[in-house]
């Protein structure tokens, strides 16, 4: 690969997987109806957390399999007649393995943790059970370390303090380690969002001294290696912004290393990443399925396009592109191509864009669109061109020459700060527009309304859809549907029991 860059009536039985905690157990598929949340029968999955009245991180404390959102979910897609609807519980404790915390309180007794529901007030979270376990260590060695040189906690409505914020994110990803011991091994980078605006501010000396004092305790001389490195943010803004523009690399690995989808996955500390990775790597590893062996795809919201190139190795596609609105990414997209298999023979590249803007300029050429937006959902420019796929067909297809670059100036932007690496097998310009639509979504509600929308246009029948129980505790869900270009839903073609003739 060259590397060059360019500047209800009862509900059918649907399938629920369950998956025990710390050890490994396969997983368990259970036939689900809608489940009553009863305390006394749900023990089993109960999240047992001592913060859970007063953290605002959890809302549901029984029956961490099954969400009550997931019971109009199940309803949702019968209407639409996908009956074989599937939900992965996924791991139910100890799974999140990033966290951005509040650091508030005072240099003799630190608060780390979440807001209060509706307030400024800091909740201390030291046992939380949805953390990875090494989180839990990670803040209690900060918490120490804080209380040992004197480090002040930020002050709101003063302005003052040292410590504003911390993330703590952790890599399974040693292989070092047997398989089985990856996870609960996990390696903790820890980034220190400062009240100072650069390194060489007045305040800076404590910084560094915290940051000894976690590598020095946690480091890889000691019996427990607990610490991945350690990182400062910079931010000194009054909004509740977490970081700032400034990062600086203070001490321990540099990279920081993820395997997910089938490929290893770089991630900065600035960048956007999963909190349930295992989660994340059961949604990519279903998701495969749906694209055809050497299919172009154009992946829209794509972040550090994890999932682009899962697919380009994966599925052996014949080219992918990443579209992402964030600049951060960039550098974690070029080192993750770096650790790609040689053999991978796709196209591949990364636009710094905004998906918004003239999408189909990006759906052009694509078989697969795949999109993961926020929980907002689809900007409403992208919906009304997808609604409306086959005239922009018709569009293409009379448009009797190309569109000259240099009257549409965003085309222009996302090439000069754009990432292409080439394969030695050149193949044809593809023209074509995408025949299958996958969308995963991390906000329910907003889904549903993107959902309704592209079915009434009659472009696009529902396929698949499949649940993931991505925050365990909390009424969020993350989605995966499958759509296909089409007329005539598929929900009619199973009330009937008989294919439907295409009108001649």
């Given amino acids: 690969m060259a590397l060059s860059f360019f500047s209800p009536p009862a509900l059918p039985i649907h399938r629920i997987t369950c998956q025990a905690l710390s050890v490994a157990v396969p997983s368990v598929a259970v036939a689900v109806a809608p489940l009553p949340v009863n305390p006394n029968s749900s023990l089993s999955c109960a999240l047992n957390c001592t913060h859970f009245q007063s953290c605002s991180g959890c809302t549901q404390e029984y029956n961490l399999h099954h969400p009550v959102v997931i019971d109009e979910a199940i309803g949702f897609f019968n209407k639409l007649g996908i009956k074989d609807f599937s939900f992965d519980s996924c791991r139910l404790w100890g799974w999140r393995c990033r966290a951005k915390l509040a650091v508030r309180g005072s240099s003799t007794n630190p608060l780390i943790g979440l807001y209060e529901e509706g307030t400024h007030n800091v909740v201390d979270i030291p046992d939380c059970k949805s953390h990875h376990p090494n989180i839990n260590a990670a803040v209690q060695l900060l918490k120490k370390g804080i209380i040992e040189l004197n480090v002040e906690p930020y002050d709101e409505d003063q302005g003052t303090g040292d410590l504003r914020y911390v993330q703590m994110a952790v890599t399974t990803h040693d292989t070092s380690l047997p398989i089985p011991e990856r996870y609960k091994n996990g390696k903790v980078q820890v980034s220190l969002v400062w009240n100072s605006r650069s390194e060489n501010s007045a305040n800076t000396g404590k910084l560094n001294a915290l940051a000894n004092f976690l590598w020095g305790n946690g480091g890889p001389k000691r019996k427990v290696h607990l610490i991945h490195s350690v990182w400062a943010n910079f931010q000194t803004s009054s909004n509740n912004i977490i970081f700032g523009n400034r990062w600086r690399h203070l001490l321990g690995e540099r990279d920081f290393w993820e395997h997910i989808g089938g490929i290893d996955v770089s991630l900065a500390p600035s960048s956007f990443g999963q909190a349930n990775t295992r989660a994340f790597d059961s949604l990519l590893r279903k998701l495969q399925k749906y694209v055809p062996q050497g299919a172009s795809v154009v992946d829209l919201y794509a972040g550090a396009g994890v999932i682009g190139l899962s ?180 929900t009619k073609k199973k009330k009937s029991g008989k294919k439907q003739k295409r009108p001649h």
Wanted: include cysteine.
């Fill in 311 to 490: 697919l380009a190795v994966s599925r052996k596609c014949r080219s992918v592109k990443c579209v992402e609105v964030n600049k951060e990414s960039r550098q974690s997209f070029e080192k993750t191509v770096e650790r790609l298999p040689t053999n991978v023979e796709s196209n591949i590249s990364w636009h710094h864009a905004d998906a918004s803007i003239e999408p189909n300029s990006w759906l052009l050429g694509s078989d697969v669109v795949v999109v993961d937006p926020p929980r907002k959902g689809l900007d409403p420019s992208l919906v009304k061109e997808l609604r409306h796929i086959s005239a922009v067909e018709l569009r293409t297809s009379k448009r009797p020459e190309k569109v000259k670059d240099e009257k549409r100036p965003w085309i222009l932007r996302a090439r000069e700060d754009s990432i292409q690496i080439e394969r030695t097998t050149v193949h044809e310009e593809n023209q074509s527009l995408p025949q299958t639509l996958i969308y995963i979504s991390c906000g329910w509600e907003s889904f549903k309304e993107d959902c309704s929308s592209l079915l009434a246009s009659k472009e696009w029948h529902l396929h698949k859809a499949h649940g993931f129980n991505f925050f365990p505790g909390t009424q969020s869900i993350e989605i995966l549907a499958v759509f296909k270009r089409g007329r005539g839903a598929s």
